[in-house]
Each structure stands twice: as C-alpha cells, then as structure tokens.
C-alpha cells in the first residue's frame, strides 16, 4: 500500500511529490498558505461553512460546535438524529466529513512537515475511538460514511510516505475503511421513486474503497457494483441539458463531483465508463458554465448546504469557478477555460496530463445567454449584465427535495454586485420555522397572491413541498439584441378565485435593462406582492412614491413600476445566507397591490455603473 502507484483516487493523487511540485511552480503562493491552513488544523482550528471554530484539545467528534449539543454512544438505530433545541447535525457531519484532512494532507505534500502526518495520524485514531463501527450520530447516514471514506481515502494517498505511517496506522486505516464499507452496503439508500444525492454518496465511496484498495477481497465487486449504479444514475439523476434533477444549484455542484471523481475511478480500475457517461457529465460542467455570475459565482437556486466531496483547497461556498479548469483539462476543451492559468484543484484532479490537455486547449469564449430546457432555467447575458430565472418543478420530479417555493423568481447581477437575489438556506432540522422561512415565496423574487405560498410548505416536511407546481414556458427568444421569457404558473388556481400568474422577462442588451411584466388572469379581488430581494452588500431607498434605489459601492439599480396603479411600496428587513448556518441582514423592496383580476402590471429594472446621485 506504500509503494503501489496505479489505482489512486485521482490522477493528480498518483503521484502526489510530482504534482505538489507542479503546484509549487504554478502557485508561488500555495505552499506557505497550505502551511497556515496546516497550522490551523494542528491547532483545532477548523473551518465549518465559513466559521472557524476551535476545538478541544481532544476533538468531540459527536458534539454540535454551535448549539453545544452532544450526541449519545448508542447504536446507530436508536440515534434521535434531530433532536430538537438548535442542535444540527448537519454541522457534526460536516467536520466528520474529514475535509480538514485533506487539508492536512495538502501542507505535508507541498512542505514535507512530519507535523502534519503525526497530526494526521492521531486524528485518525481518535475518530475511531469515539466513533466504533455503528455507534453515535456520525454511523446513521450511509451518504456520511461515503464522502467519508473519500476523503480518508485521498489524505491517505497524501500521507502515504510518511515515515508516520507504520503498519500499525495502515491496519488502523483498513480497520476504519472495512467498517465504512460494510455500514454503506447495509444502508444503501437507492428508492425506485427518486434516488438523489444520497444514493451517489454510498456509491462513490464504496467505488473509491473498491478502486484504490484491491488489497480488500470485496474490492473488485464493490467497483464493478458501483460503477454499474453510477452509470444507472447518471441517467437518472441528471437531465438532458446537464442539470442535476433536485433542482438546486449547490446540489449540482456535489453531484457533479461525485458523477467527476465516478469517472476518473472507472478509468483507474480500467473500466470504460462509455460515452454516454462522458457526454453527460460534460453536459454537467456546461450547465455550471452557464449558470455561472460574471465574477465566477453560482446563484443560489435551491438548497445549499455548502455540501463538497473533495475540497483540496478553501474556497467561499458560491465560487464554483474551479469547475471550469477541472472540465477543460478533463475534455481538453478551451470553451470552458476561464483564463490561461488553471485553478489548483484541476491539478489536485487530473495531474501533468490534465494540466497538458488545459494547456494545449485554445481559449474560446462559449459564454452568452442559455436555455435550459429540460430544468426550465434560464440565463439571461451580457457582458456584466446577468439575469437568472428559476422556472423549474420541484425536483426529483416532483416530490421537492431541495427545492424553494420560487416559481418565476430570479436573480440579477450587473457591474460587479448582485443586486436582487435567492436567500439561500440557512438551517435544515435545526429549526423548521427558519428552514420554511428561507425556502418561502416572500424570500425570492417573484409574486405572492393572498399571502399564499406559492409551493405548498407542509408541517414537518422539511425536503418535500405540496403539489408539484411545474411552470409552463410559453416562448423562449434569443437574439444579439434582446432575451425573452414568457412563462406562467397555475399554483394559484387553487385559491377560491383561481389566478393564473404569467411573467414575461425582457432584457434589452443595447439599453442594458430588464423589464418585468406580470399578468394576472382570473377573478376576483386579491392581494398582490411583488418582491425584490437585495443582496446584503445592497442598500435601499425609496426615491418618490414609487421609484426604488439599490445601491452598492460600485454600481446602483433603479426599480422602477411602469403603471398608474396605487402601489403601497416599503423596505422591510430580511435575512440571506451565504453559508450554511450563517445568516446576515439584508433587505426587500416590496410593492403590494389590492386589485381586482384579470390584472397586469411591469416594472423596469435599470442598472448603471458608479455613484448613483439619483435624488
């Protein structure tokens, strides 16, 4: 297990003196700032969703760092894994996870610090001793132990000639990585009604146990039955146009590292994953480049609770720009080249000669408006002007999943800022109350009728949402000139006087504005909601009666209602979530109407670059 070179985790891994050098060269700066993230590590100072938090001496594996709750040492089947008062699991996953690890296993490979390796080790069997095969909180979700065993499985492959290793720390790891195996067979969590993330989880790690350890006799068979699955789910999960079926942008973002390491296993054990498998997980970085922000941002459609399989290096939760190396060294494709250098992790990824395939691959610009079809989003483009329109089911088709109540909401970014934006997530079972509120219609960008979500929030469903509400489009156009959407939803004809809510989103590229038009068809009086959501870096104002002012440092957007009709317009305080478990203040521009429908209204949304001196 020292010495043995072929079946690594990722090609960059299979030779890991030879890509921290090349890392070295590339990235002047990587090795001292791998040493001070190293540091921290050794410290117990560790990084969860964008918190650092120092932890004991001996590190509680099962305690939530936020609430202070502990978890009991009982046998996994009678782990109450929610149990009330703020305690989130979810932050105890996270750091059982194992990133850190990896982020270990990064400073000795770029510094050859024995510090880091006898840190390692020591985490290693403290895990174990608090965490016996099927005993505690971190034993109760098959997916865990998967992205788990991943990363054991990479900070090994990082450590692995260290002279801290001895066969007592190998048999201790095999102990660790044979338990992991057998607790993921016994709890696969595949459904015939709609297999997600979770499923992928169990089969990645059993697929890189399989793969990188042969010396296991379950080896072979655990490879070939999780490549065969992946391939399976691939179809299944991820749409034709590349997106991933839970309609959530962060959730593509984990799927498509699971379906990209699948791969890169596949073809280590010598197995052909097969066009099919490669077409569409190329579709998956294209989505990404579409959907991606002019600063290399990912909107916030969806759920995200920050979740990554293998983070070779600190990112914040929405940068997703290193995607775009990874797919261009991996399909020596240059329309997905963001720059001429590659990002560090595509060398973590794919090694010398995925680093060749970058470089050999001429840069093209590939980027403009799109529509996805199949996942009924839609990317508004130009130059610095960005638009995002959530058209989209509930996911999983259906059943909503990580999906929001947020039919017809979108996203705007220009010069720099994001102006008007999703909430993001916040909390799981922390708090239902929190967790309804970030995924409500008041928190997105788009129409409420009669105060009615627009998606059914059911009590105690916190990952599933009431009758699928699947938006019609009725016209997409394109041109160098001007976008079109032209949509409508039907959740609000179950309301005693049915409305039917149809937005056309215009954005004019020689002008470099939006215009929102909402129609209303139906009967009745009703209360009508418009809301604007701003980023938390936005302040607002109200200009006049009705004009409304987003500012930021750099770049401003006027809102303003094209109509006569008597809109009561206010500011009201909110929350977004950058990461999960962290909320900051923000705020909402509301205008509120009661009218009669049929009804139709338009506001124009009008970015400008610099100071805004509007008065």
Known sequence: MRSRTERRLTAGLSNVSATASLISRTFPSAVAESRELGDAVVAHRIRLFGRTHQFEE??????????????????????????????????????????????????????GDELYAAEFVNQLAWWYQQNPPRIGINWTVAMEAGIRAVNLIAAFEMFRGS?????????????????????????????????????????????????????????????????????AEIRRQVLDDGSDYEGSIGYHRLVLEFFALGLQLQQAFGMRPGEAYSKRLKSMFDFVRGYLKPDGTAPAIGDSDDGRLLSFRPREPGDHRYLMSIAAGLFEDGSFKQSIEPDEEMLWWLGSDGLQKFQSAGQEDATGSRAFERAQ????????????????????????????????????????STF?????????SASECRRNLFRSTAYHNTVRVDRREISQILPGRLFSLGQNVRPKVRCWDSS????????????????????????????DKIEGCWTLHDFFDGRGEHLFEVFFNLDSEVRAKLLDGKRALADTAGASMMIIP???????????????????????????????????????FEFLLLPFAGESGAS
């Open 58 to 111: 001996d590190i509680s594996w099962t305690q939530d760092p936020v609430s202070g709750a502990v978890w009991p040492h009982e046998h996994y089947t009678s782990i109450a894994i929610s149990p009330g008062r703020g305690a989130d699991p979810r932050r105890v996953w996270e750091l059982n996870r194992l990133h850190h690890l990896v982020v270990l296993g990064r400073a000795y490979a770029l510094t």
């Open 163 to 231: 002279v801290q290793v001895t066969d007592r720390v190998i048999e201790l790891f095999l102990k660790v990585i044979i338990a992991h195996e057998r607790f993921i067979l016994s709890n696969l969590e595949k459904s015939y009604l709609g297999s997600s993330n979770h499923y992928l989880g169990d089969l990645i790690g059993l697929l890189a146990i399989g793969v990188t350890i042969p010396e296991l006799s379950a080896s072979d068979r655990l490879a070939r039955f999780a490549a065969r699955e992946l391939k």
């Open 377 to 416: 989003v839609f990317v508004q483009r130009s130059d610095s002007l960005y638009a995002i329109i959530d058209c989209g089911d509930h996911g999983v088709r259906g059943h909503g999943s990580h999906a929001h109540s947020d039919a017809l909401s979108l996203e705007v970014f220009a010069y720099g």
């Open 420 to 428: 008007l934006r999703d909430p993001g997530t916040y909390v799981y």
């Open 480 to 507: 160098d000139e001007r976008d079109v959407l032209d949509v409508e939803h039907y959740a609000y004809k179950r309301l005693s006087d049915p409305v039917i809510h149809r937005r056309v989103v215009t954005f």
């Open 562 to 600: 094209v109509t006569d009709l008597a809109f009561e317009v206010r500011i009201k305080r909110r929350w977004n979530s950058p990461a999960y478990g962290t909320r900051v203040r923000s705020s909402a521009i509301i205008y509120s109407l009661r009218a009669h429908a049929p009804l139709d």
